[in-house]
């Protein structure tokens, strides 16, 4: 399977800085929908990390379902997860099957991908990048 190139966007108030990965995102849209003074996906930047408090950041980051969007303390940048981090499994009502923890993808034609902070995976068979999510199940009203 060919990797796709890796986009990694930070984001910085000073305080915190707000990790953006692309390619993770499954596009269940928690984050514009519920803090559009920060996350704007049509205007570039689309993080305006001055748009809110450090906390109130925090908070919507938090309940990013695919680990697209994470953020470090500057004072104290998060490490990776270690070898010992339970791996915890979120099924979200009408999107993905979210592993976050360390995992290994043994994919279709047998080759393996290692991801270290999560994965989202496709539950609507509709995705394009199985087993992956691409967001497909908002366009096919995927419910389950």
Not at 66 to 80: H, I, M, V
Not at 116 to 131: E, H, L, T, Y
Request: glycine fraction near 8%; include cysteine; proline fraction near 6%.
């Amino acid at each position: 399977m060919e990797e796709k190139k890796k986009i990694r966007r930070e984001y910085t108030n000073g305080e915190i800085t707000v990790v953006w990965k692309p390619e993770k995102c499954t596009h269940v849209s928690f984050c514009w929908k519920e803090l559009p003074e920060v996350f704007d996906p049509k205007k570039r930047p689309w993080v305006n990390i001055k748009g809110e408090t450090s906390a109130r950041i925090i908070e919507q980051v938090e309940r990013c379902p695919s680990g697209a969007l994470t953020y470090y303390r500057n004072d104290q940048k998060t490490q990776e997860k270690s070898e010992e981090t339970p791996t915890q499994v979120v099924v979200h009502k009408g999107g993905p099957l979210v592993l976050d923890g360390n995992l290994s993808v043994k994919l279709g034609d047998g080759s393996h991908v290692r991801m270290i902070d999560g994965a989202a995976f496709c539950r609507c068979g509709q995705s394009k990048n199985q087993p992956f999510c691409d967001g497909a199940h908002i366009k096919a009203k995927f419910d389950k």
